[in-house]
């Protein structure tokens, strides 16, 4: 109990540790994860990927326990196809396919921003995580105190820039970083709610497993062990078996799917990872360091031991894989919590600049937005538009009434929110992140609803596939060959087209070859002479980028 004894660095009064309005913290969460869901095609690379392998999991052309995309093996657990194939079996009927893969992954985000706010309330009620006491009264209540800090990490993760376009990919990652919230809430709730903590770390570890990462549900299981077994607190003691139980059944279920993959880079300490972190974990990272140096002598606390604990195990995971960004995602939520404790002992100078900053930057991207998309509408001013479509060939702009509305009322609420924080003095604990959660909240809705158009033709494959469309005959028999992943999954999603690998296919009277832009059409395929049994009918380039085309042949 010694370390107990050492004061916090905590100072919190009655009125700091006044919480955020429920229904504004709702309004976050909406505003964060609702965009991007409706409307949006499926992006180059992984997230049309994954689409792909459970569109083929959901037509029954893939074994479920061997998920391919014509024939082309997955990269990630099993877990994660399952989920969006039976969500496309369940509302496809009704519903696009994307739309139908993407509810059951908007709903982890949401679950996953859950898991955050619970999981820092209930560290931030650990003794040892309270501020300290007054001589004549007037410091936060426990209770409130914890609020206000979980309202703090939840901004925080909401504010992060890394998680903002991965967080709402349907990819197998996004079901890693919703299994390890919930074990971070375990692990956070193992001393008020001990069914409740071991029901999660029950879930979290197997479900992390089975979504392609064995390696760090163990590496938690291990961190997460030695943090319950050397805590002070006996409830949180009696979680160590279940966090053993739930780690072989991790392993386990890994070796019984085959999920081992080694992912260790060649490249680990790449000179890209400073950079990669400085930016992705954007504006976590200058409050995580800020907490490591005010609390250094209560580190071993319960409520700091976890988010490190959980932070570094994914840290270190991305390095190994040289610098990956998905990996590094996972630590997220983590940071998130243990960033929010920096500010009990935030200067107010410092907190002043980060609004200002946010003010600023925020209020400058939206601006840039909102003239580029009425450059495109209307044409003025004429070099903006002239420059937009320039590097999207092809694009023809197109007017949504909801779109319009939806950022005029997003620009609004940013503005009020600027007049709110910026017109007097706020003591509330969480004021320091509403700026910039609601900076990235504005400019995620933004891009979703003014640049939606924009983003799909540049980043999507429904553009090369229309104009494919317009030269094949519909429902027709087409063979692909070196065409990459994400190109034979738009095939199956945005055409009705009977699609098959290779060259030697009987009665298939189209192929289509991939072939960069500036390379010569090739004269033989796969060791077969093309001039002889194939003729050229066009070649089609993707807006988006400067060198991907398909050439398209039919048979002579």
Known sequence: ???????????????????????????????????GVLGRDPWKNADLIAVG????????????????????????????????????????????????????????????????????????????????????????????????????????????????????ET???????????????????????QNRARAGVLLALPVLACSAAPVTAVWFGVVGAWITWRSKMLPTRRLLPWILAATALAAILATALDA??????DDVFSLATPKLVAWFTWPLWPLAAWTLWQWRRQLGEHHLAVPIGLSAVAAVSSIAMGGSDRALMLAMPSMAVFSAFALPTLKRSVSAAIDWFSVFFFSAAALTIWLF????????????????????????????????????????????????RTGRHRPALW?????????VALGWLLLMTLWLPLLDHARSYRPMMQHLARLLPAETCVQATNLSRPQLAALLLHTRWSVHRGTDREGCNWLLVDRPLRQPVPTQIDGRDLTSEWQLVERVRRPGDKNESLLIFRRR
């Not at 081992?260 to 880079?265: D, M, N, Y």
């Not at 495109?376 to 060939?393: E, F, I």
């Not at 694009?395 to 009020?416: D, I, K, R, T």
């Open 171 to 193: 990819t197998p990652e996004l079901l890693q970083l919703g299994a390890t919230s919930l074990y971070l809430y375990a692990l956070a709730a193992s001393q008020s709610h």
């Open 260 to 265: 081992w993959v080694w992912r260790i880079s």
């Open 431 to 439: 004021k320091s992140l509403v700026l910039p959660a609601g900076g």
């Open 373 to 420: 998309y009425i450059a495109v509408q209307t044409g003025t001013p004429a070099k903006l538009q002239a420059n937009a479509l320039r590097l999207l060939p092809g694009f023809q702009p197109s007017f949504n009434a909801l779109a319009l509305v939806l950022a005029l009322l997003g620009s609004l609420a940013w503005a009020w929110l600027v007049w709110w």
């Open 1 to 35: 109990m010694k370390s107990a004894l050492v004061p916090t660095p905590a100072l919190v009064t009655h009125r700091a540790a006044q919480r955020l309005p429920r229904a504004i913290l709702l309004l976050f969460c909406a505003a964060y994860v609702l965009p």
């Open 53 to 168: 392998h459970m569109m083929e999991l959901a037509r029954g052309h893939s074994d479920w326990l061997n998920p391919t995309l014509l024939g082309w093996p997955a990269d990630g657990g099993l877990l994660p196809y399952w989920l969006g194939a039976a969500s496309i079996a369940l509302f496809g009927p009704w519903l696009d396919v994307a739309l139908a893969a993407r509810i059951p992954f908007a709903l982890v985000l949401a679950a996953t921003l859950a898991c955050v706010w619970y999981g820092s309330y209930h560290l931030a009620r650990g003794d040892a995580a309270q501020p300290l006491a007054f001589a004549f009264g007037g410091e936060a209540d426990r209770v409130d105190y914890a609020r206000a800090i979980a309202d703090a990490a939840l901004l925080g993760l909401i504010a992060s820039l890394g998680l903002l376009q991965l967080g709402h």
